[in-house]
């Protein structure tokens, strides 16, 4: 499974999107793409250390920031290309 995020460390926000790109968003948006299942450090809240879940990887990476809706709906469910297009045309 392939997920993709943006996160804004200063807001303590972050919500799942489809493309990897932040343009258009604001500052401090940052994307991150990642497969589950994944390994990581074993620890009390995850004890044999996989990922396989899309709740699991939100508990260890974003266990103190908020998941929040797509900041710009009307590009939350473009992929990265279809992103980019539609942007550019924002600005001309």
């Known amino acids: 499974m392939n997920l993709t995020t943006c996160s804004n460390l200063r807001l303590k926000q972050f919500f799942f999107c489809k493309a990897h790109s932040s343009y258009g968003l604001g500052e401090g948006w940052v994307p991150v793409s990642t497969e589950l299942p994944m390994l990581v450090a074993p620890r009390p809240s995850l004890p044999d250390g996989i990922v396989d879940t899309k709740e699991k990887y939100v508990m260890i990476f974003y266990s103190d920031e908020t998941e929040i809706s797509h900041p710009r709906p009307d590009l939350a469910n473009l992929k990265t290309?279809?992103?980019?297009?539609?942007?550019?045309?924002?600005?001309?």
């Open 81 to 92: 290309f279809e992103l980019y297009r539609e942007l550019d045309a924002e600005t001309k």
